[in-house]
């Protein structure tokens, strides 16, 4: 099986619904994330027969939502400790369920959490070839695939 932006939508749908309860609604991708505001990233890389990145990105404001759901916490009781680890988590169920339809044998990372404003994320050699835009009530989620440039 091959990885398509299809697959990506239903892995993440997946994901949020089962481990949230939220619903994801796919959108065009111009229509996601705007970098107003403080947002959230996370990252995992795949390392093995495929090499990659799946990176989540959205505003605090649904990584807080996702925190109080994965914890079963008010929103504005959340820590910034159970938000890193919520946004983690989730890039590691997302990047691990894309990982088991690629080539293997790979392995996945720790993930990585990113949390501020005005800032570039960026994994030198790696080129993006998908990238995904969802709704999540009125908020945005974006999800990308980067695939490693061979040298």
């Known amino acids: 099986m091959s990885l398509t932006d299809g697959i990506i939508v239903e892995i ?9 309860n939220l ?25 093995g027969a495929w090499e990659g990145s799946v990176i989540l990105e959205c505003l605090t404001t649904l990584a807080q939502r996702c925190a109080a759901a994965m914890f079963g916490t008010e929103i504005g009781e959340t820590t910034d400790a159970e938000i890193q680890d919520a946004f983690g988590e989730l890039a590691n169920m997302v990047g691990g369920n894309i990982k088991s339809i690629l080539p293997g044998p790979s392995q996945l990372s720790l993930p990585m959490v990113a949390r501020g404003r005005e800032f570039k994320f960026a994994i030198s050699s790696s080129k993006d070839i998908h990238n995904c ?19």
Not at 12 to 20: A, D, I, M, N
Not at 24 to 47: F, M, N, Q, W
């Open 23 to 47: 619903e994801l609604v796919p959108v065009p991708r111009e229509t996601a994330l705007k970098k107003d505001g403080e947002y959230v990233i996370s990252c995992v890389h795949i390392i």
């Open 12 to 20: 993440t749908q997946g994901v949020w619904s089962s481990t949230l």
């Open 133 to 151: 835009a969802f709704m999540c009530g009125e908020l945005p989620l974006r999800v990308r695939i980067l695939k490693k440039e061979s040298k």
